[in-house]
């Protein structure tokens, strides 16, 4: 059974009067905590033992004589054999003791199961806990039904490989590396099959996951991903914010389309079918006439997510999307919850952020904003799930 929003408010009612930040050492972990500090909060990294240096050495916090930072945004890290150990109750305790308000990414909810985030994980969670579970594909209410019921246009799907007519991408997750993507496109059943042979043969998929996977048409056009950002203290009209727009770099797939056709072709068999593991983002603007559709469909989903997931999303999502020709967005993904590429506007902020805000705004110093706000109006339960 899903934990009620009730307990939770109970147990935030019970924080100090300024909670600290905490989140899984991974994903976009520095941008939360230079955000924290940076808005005078502290930061608690959870970090897995053997991946901890990056949080525990180059980022920790450094203090001078007088108490004040001087290097660093990282102020405690916490170490455990395995992220999954965050969700048992002694840990549990220990950030609800530490005033602990948690803020969720992927490698959270990839690495800690979804029914223990839903129904055991009693520390609030600065986001929306009911809807990490539409990102698993596999699952009947997922985004896609999420975007149908916004009038959100999304890739049209293929029922299966025999359906295939033109270009689809399949999209399963990796088989070792769960956090990563096993994507690979085919534009008929034939290819679909020799491809899957191979994937399969390599260790990069498995068989059950092919089973599962989404087939659905590719989207031609360059990628954008909307990193928004919802807040339920102010009025209903002010409360979607566009902080920045970031890319994607994916290996090997960015090393291919580098390499003109004749070297391509020139590739060993096992090469020419790409990766698509995401290695890094980049920082990206769209043209302002765009803009208008971009707020609309970001609108739509915040609507729809209210309606669907009572009381909705609350604070950062991403919204990732093709654009076409005319401008026009396709959304072929999301994440309802800070995503992926946001370190890339550590400490200069977004560009539409700044732009709002008169100053350095990224994700994570608008999560510490929104935090500080509703902590000083007394509101923290409703920015929490």
């Given amino acids: 059974m899903a934990i009620a929003s009730d307990e939770i408010a109970r147990i935030v009612e019970r924080y100090p009067p300024v909670p600290a930040v905490g989140t ?15 808005e005078g909060l502290a930061s608690v990294v959870i970090a897995q033992t053997g991946r901890d240096a990056t949080y525990a050495r180059y980022f920790r916090t450094l203090w001078d004589a007088h108490g004040a930072r001087r290097r660093g945004c990282v102020d405690e890290v916490w170490e455990y054999p395995k992220f999954a150990d965050i969700a048992a109750p002694e840990a549990q305790e220990r950030l609800r003791q530490r005033g602990v308000l948690f803020v969720p990414n992927r490698a959270f909810s990839s690495y800690v199961p979804l029914p223990a985030i839903e129904s055991d994980f009693r520390v609030p969670i600065v986001g929306s806990r009911a809807m ?10 997922n985004y896609y039904r999420l975007l149908e019921t916004a009038g959100i246009p999304s890739p049209r799907p293929f029922p299966g490989p025999e359906a295939i007519d033109r270009l689809a991408i399949v999209k399963l997750p990796h088989a070792r590396r769960r956090l990563e993507r096993g994507f690979f496109t085919a534009a008929s059943p034939e290819e679909y099959r020799a491809k899957s042979r191979a994937l399969l043969a390599r260790g990069t998929i498995a068989a059950d996951d092919l089973a599962a996977a989404r087939i659905e048409e590719y989207v031609l056009g360059p990628v954008f991903n909307f990193n928004f950002f919802f807040s339920p203290l102010g009025p209903r009209a002010e ?16 090393g291919m389309v580098r390499l003109p056709a004749a070297q391509q072709l020139e ?7 790409p990766e698509y593991t995401v290695v890094g983002h980049g920082t990206l603007t769209v043209r302002e006439s765009i803009l208008e559709e971009v707020f609309r469909i970001g609108e739509q989903f915040v609507d729809a997510a209210r309606a669907r997931y009572p009381p909705g999303i609350l604070g950062p999502f991403c919204l990732q999307t093709c654009l076409d020709h005319d401008g026009h967005p396709t959304v072929f993904d999301v994440a309802a919850r800070i995503g992926g590429g946001t370190n890339i506007h550590l400490a200069l902020g977004h560009p539409y952020g700044n732009a709002l805000y008169r100053g350095p705004m990224s994700t994570g110093r608008r999560i510490a904003l929104e935090i500080r706000r509703a902590a000083a109006e007394g509101r923290l339960r409703e920015i929490v799930s």
């Fill in 24 to 38: 899984i050492g991974s994903h976009s972990a520095i941008d939360v905590a230079d955000g924290a500090v940076a």
């Fill in 132 to 141: 990490l579970r539409i990102e698993e594909r596999s699952e009947r209410e």
């Fill in 239 to 254: 409360g979607l914010e566009l902080l920045g727009v970031d890319e994607r770099r994916e290996s090997n797939l960015d």
């Fill in 267 to 273: 590739l060993s068999e096992s090469d020419r079918i």
